[in-house]
């Protein structure tokens, strides 16, 4: 009996320790000076938006054990994001990417043009973090990372305020589908490879994990979009995350710091208008 009564105590001590948020770990974010001067502008304007500020703010309420940096560069040429050692970069060309798939106005399905811009930049951050989390938090992670990351980044958005959140998930789908319909030839076999989702694949995960969470927030963008064998099932799918979530992730959060940031408005207005893209000058 007592050795029940130890075990017990022992569990209860371990339990206790699982939910007690591990000493704050800060994040440090820097705009490194691009080397490309095309890259000059989206420096400029990120810098003078105090975006990585933002971001900082944003995940203050995440405790990690480690500091975490976060950086905005030039990645010669290669637009893209990553996380590894620590330090998540976003390159200046995937910035670049998302500018130059950029509308001029206000798409037919009601997308604005800065939230084309915003949507999945803060979608790529959240991503990149989430793979941040699971390293430094040790979070077991079932089926492809790549996928995990994305619902992360899926939950964190869809936890904002309701206004934030169909603008993040409706700027993100905007840049997937842009990015699936860009491709001009079929996907080679080799393709399928990659690590990653498909772009259109992302871009129906993302609808079905926004439509499981609000089918009333959702409805128009998801119904007619996904196929109904799908839909059917994006509820359970949406549950499945929050299990998961609320299992490996929460315990780390500062829940009251969480509740007041993601009820502040965190994207600029919608009518934002950007500058268009400088057309790089031809080399002579
Ligand atoms: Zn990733």
């Not at 944003?58 to 990690?64: E, H, N, T």
């Not at 060309?93 to 949507?119: N, Q, R, S």
Request: proline share 8%; net charge negative; with cysteine.
């Amino acid at each position: 009996m007592k050795a029940v009564l130890a075990l017990v105590i022992a569990w209860t001590v371990l339990a206790l320790e699982m939910v007690t948020p591990a000493p704050a770990g800060e994040v440090s974010v820097s705009y490194v000076p691009p080397r490309n001067p095309a890259h000059q502008p989206i420096f400029e304007q990120l810098k003078e938006n105090r975006f990585l500020e933002k971001l900082q703010e944003f995940v203050s309420p995440f405790r990690l054990p480690r500091t975490l940096l976060v950086r905005l560069e030039g990645c010669d040429g290669d637009p893209n994001a990553s996380y590894g050692n620590d330090t998540i970069v976003v390159c200046y060309e995937y910035v670049d990417e998302l500018w130059k798939a950029m509308p001029a106005e206000t798409t037919t399905a009601g997308v604005a043009p800065i939230d084309t811009l915003v949507g999945p930049l803060f979608d790529t951050c959240l991503h990149e973090f989430a793979h941040a989390l699971f390293d430094m938090l040790q979070v077991p992670v079932l089926g492809r990372e790549e996928d995990a990351a994305d619902q992360v980044s899926a939950y964190i958005m869809l936890h904002l305020g309701k206004s934030e959140a169909r603008r993040l998930i409706a700027g993100t789908s905007y840049a997937y589908k842009t990015e699936a319909e860009a491709a001009t030839a079929p996907f080679t076999v080799k393709q399928f490879a990659d690590a990653h989702g498909t772009p259109a694949q992302r871009f129906y995960n993302l609808l079905c994990i926004a439509y499981g969470a609000d089918p009333q927030l959702f409805g128009d963008m998801a119904e007619t979009v996904l196929p109904k064998e799908r839909a059917e099932d994006c509820n359970d799918e949406y549950r499945q995350l929050v299990y998961a979530y609320e299992k490996l992730i929460r315990p780390h959060i500062d829940q009251d710091l969480a509740n007041k940031l993601f009820d502040k408005s965190w994207l600029p207005d919608a009518t934002t208008g950007m500058p268009r893209r400088p057309v790089p000058a031809q080399p002579k």
